[in-house]
Nanobody
Framework: QMQLVESGGGLVQAGGSLRLSCAAS???????????MAWFRQAPGKEREFVAA????????YYSDSVKGRFTISRDSTKNTVSLQMDSLRPEDTAVYYC?????????????????WGQGTQVTVSS
C-alpha cells in the first residue's frame, strides 16, 4: 500500500508564498510513476475542491481557475515527490491541502479517479 505525506503548510501573510511537498512511501515501485498527481483543498464548511494536477510523465498540468497563474505543480518521479509552489497567496486560499494520486490528470481535474489521499496540511493566509 502506498502512503502520501504532505508537508510545508503554515501561516503566511497575504501576498506571500509557500511550497507544499508530498512524499510517497510504502509500495511505490511502478505505482507512483503510473499515476497522475494532484492537489486538492478543503476550506471550513466547504467541499473539497480540485487545485492542480500533473500527468504521470510530468508533461501536462491542470489548474483550477482560482489558482491559475499563481500556483505551480511539479513532480520528481526519481524521488517520488510532488510539490505545489503557491505564490501571491490570498486569504481565500486558506484551507487544508491534500495530495492525491489519480488515474489521469484529466480525471483529477474533475475530482474523479482518485486512488490515494494524503492526510492533509493546513495553509492559513492572513489578511
Amino acid at each position: 500500500q502506498m502512503q502520501l505525506v504532505e508537508s510545508g503548510g503554515g501561516l503566511v501573510q497575504a501576498g506571500g508564498s509557500l511550497r507544499l511537498s508530498c512524499a510517497a512511501s510504502g509500495r511505490t515501485f511502478g505505482i507512483f510513476t503510473s499515476y497522475a498527481m494532484a492537489w486538492f483543498r478543503q476550506a471550513p464548511g466547504k467541499e473539497r475542491e480540485f487545485v492542480a494536477a500533473v500527468a504521470w510523465g510530468g508533461g501536462s498540468t491542470y489548474y483550477s481557475d482560482s489558482v491559475k497563474g499563481r500556483f505551480t505543480i511539479s513532480r520528481d518521479s526519481t524521488k517520488n515527490t510532488v510539490s505545489l509552489q503557491m505564490d501571491s497567496l490570498r486569504p481565500e486560499d486558506t484551507a487544508v491541502y491534500y495530495c492525491a494520486t489519480a488515474r489521469t490528470a484529466e480525471s483529477a481535474a474533475r475530482t474523479m479517479g482518485i486512488t490515494t489521499w494524503g492526510q492533509g496540511t493546513q495553509v492559513t493566509v492572513s489578511s
